[in-house]
T-cell receptor
Framework: AQSVSQHNHHVILSEAASLELGCNYS??????LFWYVQYPGQHLQLLLK??????LVKGIKGFEAEFIKSKFSFNLRKPSVQWSDTAEYFC??????????????FGKGTKLSVKP | DSGVTQTPKHLITATGQRVTLRCSPR?????VYWYQQSLDQGLQFLIQ???????AKGNILERFSAQQFPDLHSELNLSSLELGDSALYFC????????????FGPGTRLTVL
C-alpha cells in the first residue's frame, strides 16, 4: 500500500536554527505533494504544495520544500526558525491513478518545538 | 480561519452510543472530505463527497456513514461507538474534489468513555 514516511517524530531546535523535515512517499506514478501545519489547538493549514514545474516550492512564513522525484522525497526547509513555528507538520501526498485523482495520504507528522 | 466550519467542537459520549458530526464547507466548494486523526493511526482519510454524491471511500468502518445534503453541508454519523473511536475528526473541502487544494476545518474532538 502507498505510504508517506516522516522520519522525525519530534524535533527540538533553538530559535534561528535551520530546519529540515524529511518526507518520503512510496508510489511510482504522478503525485501532488503538500505540507500542512497544525499549530497547537488549531486546524490544519496549508504551508505549500507541489503539483508540477519547478521542484523548489516556496510557501508561506518562509518555508520551502524541494521535490526530488528520484528519491521520492519532498523535504520541508526553513533557514531560520522562530518560536512561533512550534507546531506539528504533516506531509501529504495525493496519488494520480486511472485518470482520477486519489485522496490525501498523510504522514504521521513531526512535532517541532522551538526554544526561545 | 479556513472558512470550513465544524460542530460541535467537543463531544463526550459513552460506548454503544451514536453521534453526528456536522461540517459546512467553504462557500463555493462542492467537495467535502472526512478525516480521522488518532494518536496511533495518525490522519486517515475516511470518505469524500462531491455535490451530494459519494466519490471516494477510505478506511471508513461499516459503523460509520456520511452524507452530503443539497446545501452542501455534510454529516458524519458514528454508531455503536467504541473506546477506540475517540479521535479528532476533521472535515475538509475543495472546489472540485480533484486537483485542487483541500482546506480543513477546526475539527470535532470525540471522546468515548
Amino acid at each position: 500500500a502507498q505510504s508517506v514516511s516522516q522520519h522525525n517524530h519530534h524535533v527540538i531546535l533553538s530559535e534561528a536554527a535551520s530546519l529540515e523535515l524529511g518526507c518520503n512517499y512510496s508510489y511510482g506514478g504522478t503525485v501532488n505533494l503538500f505540507w500542512y501545519v497544525q499549530y497547537p489547538g488549531q486546524h490544519l493549514q496549508l504551508l505549500l504544495k507541489y503539483f508540477s514545474g519547478d521542484p523548489l516550492v516556496k510557501g508561506i512564513k518562509g518555508f520551502e520544500a524541494e521535490f526530488i522525484k528520484s528519491k521520492f522525497s519532498f523535504n520541508l526547509r526553513k533557514p531560520s526558525v522562530q518560536w512561533s513555528d512550534t507546531a506539528e507538520y504533516f506531509c501529504a501526498v495525493r496519488l494520480h491513478y486511472g485518470g482520477s485523482q486519489g485522496n490525501l495520504i498523510f504522514g504521521k507528522g513531526t512535532k517541532l518545538s522551538v526554544k526561545p | 480561519d479556513s472558512g470550513v466550519t465544524q460542530t460541535p467542537k467537543h463531544l463526550i459520549t459513552a460506548t454503544g452510543q451514536r453521534v453526528t458530526l456536522r461540517c459546512s464547507p467553504r462557500s463555493g466548494d462542492l467537495s467535502v472530505y472526512w478525516y480521522q486523526q488518532s494518536l496511533d493511526q495518525g490522519l486517515q482519510f475516511l470518505i469524500q463527497y462531491y455535490n451530494g454524491e459519494e466519490r471516494a471511500k477510505g478506511n471508513i468502518l461499516e459503523r460509520f456513514s456520511a452524507q452530503q445534503f443539497p446545501d452542501l453541508h455534510s454529516e458524519l454519523n458514528l454508531s455503536s461507538l467504541e473506546l477506540g473511536d475517540s479521535a479528532l475528526y476533521f472535515c475538509a473541502s475543495s472546489v472540485t474534489g480533484r486537483t485542487d487544494t483541500q482546506y480543513f476545518g477546526p475539527g470535532t474532538r470525540l471522546t468515548v468513555l
